[in-house]
């Protein structure tokens, strides 16, 4: 296999007059296209690639074309998407979610996210992950990336939470959110109403909770439930819990990271059912 500066007749180019493209991108970007997701980087393109997305435009700056490490992952979008194109740094640029542009962006069809697609691949015992009202992406993908690799099987993401295929949070999750089925969008009530019909046990994080995270049966299918990092749930949304627990601390902490509290509740599940 050449490298794309041996194959460039392959490739469709735009140029600053030929922007529609570069448009698109923006809208993806800015989160006013709902069928496409931004995914910026090698890293998350390689990932997006490899999780099997539906590659609809690959947009490289001429930069990364002419270099032979990037040749073999360009030649295998250039051939899954639709359109392809090469553009100088500055355009790239004008795209870019960060400071520093990668290199390469890839518009990829939004994976399913509803609840069928959730309940026909959890494993079983299920452990899914409800976020509700955690506004950062970061900690969003940051939760994705922990749950998959502390082998929860799905994650549902209330409407108030930030969308977990937002770019900042793509970048958290690493390419977890591509794989990890999500449900995206219901009620918090919605969300903890299709838990218990499916027999889960549903469990709260809560800081003024006498249980720890240790004394739940995490063998059993459940579901974890996370709140805000800065309010937490509210007492509320506790109740309508099966249970509530919280992570003992020392010294003077107030709080951990919801991202951090998540990887610790999950690992201790994974430890039981280990």
Known sequence: MGTLRDTSDLMKTIT???NSLLRQARAVRDG????????EGMRLAEEAL??????????VSDELARKDKAAKLLEQLNAAGEKFAVVSEKLLESISFTKTPQGIVVLAARPESGKQTLAETMNDPAL??????????????AILRTAEAAGATGAIATHETSDPFSPKSLRGAMGSAFRLPIWDGPTYEEAIAWCKERGLLTVSADLQAEATHDQVDWK???AL???PESTGLSQEEIAVADQAVQ???????????VAVAAGVLLYEAARQRE
Request: hydrophobic residues 45%; negative net charge.
């Open 50 to 59: 490899r999780s099997g997305l539906t590659i609809a435009s690959v947009i």
């Open 225 to 227: 439930i996370l709140g």
């Open 247 to 257: 992570i003992p601390m020392k010294g003077e902490a107030e709080s951990l990271n």
């Open 128 to 141: 899914v992950v409800v976020m509700h009202r955690i506004n950062n992406p970061v900690n969003v993908g």
């Open 16 to 18: 600053s007059r030929d």
């Open 220 to 222: 059993q299918p459940a």
């Open 32 to 39: 006013k296209e709902d069928d496409l997701i931004f995914v």
